[in-house]
């Protein structure tokens, strides 16, 4: 076989198997773990509370989408405002435990 045509036939498989067309393809649908994970590796140096300075902190997702980690989309909050954004602070009875 000469070159032309193996590199005609390479470039004919892969063209088959780009996207929808891999059979191992799941889609762009990803869990919300997948997410987090991404986010850890994207920004690995937590910065500090964007609300009160503390330097133990948690990234927020601004949308409450964990798949979406854009750069304005992550915002820097400790554990209390953390909660408090996301709503759970809210939930907690007055012995602390989720009601």
Known sequence: ?????KKRVIEIVR??????????WKGDLRAPGTGRVIANRLYPNPQPCEVCGELRTEKHHIDNNPINNASNNIM???RKH??????RLSRRGKDGRFI
Not at 1 to 5: K, P, Q, V, W
Not at 82 to 87: A, F, N, R, T
């Open 82 to 87: 953390h909660m408090k954004v996301d709503g």
């Open 76 to 78: 820097w909050l400790c």
């Open 1 to 5: 076989m000469s070159e032309d045509i």
């Open 15 to 24: 063209e088959r198997h780009i996207g929808l067309k891999n059979p191992q």
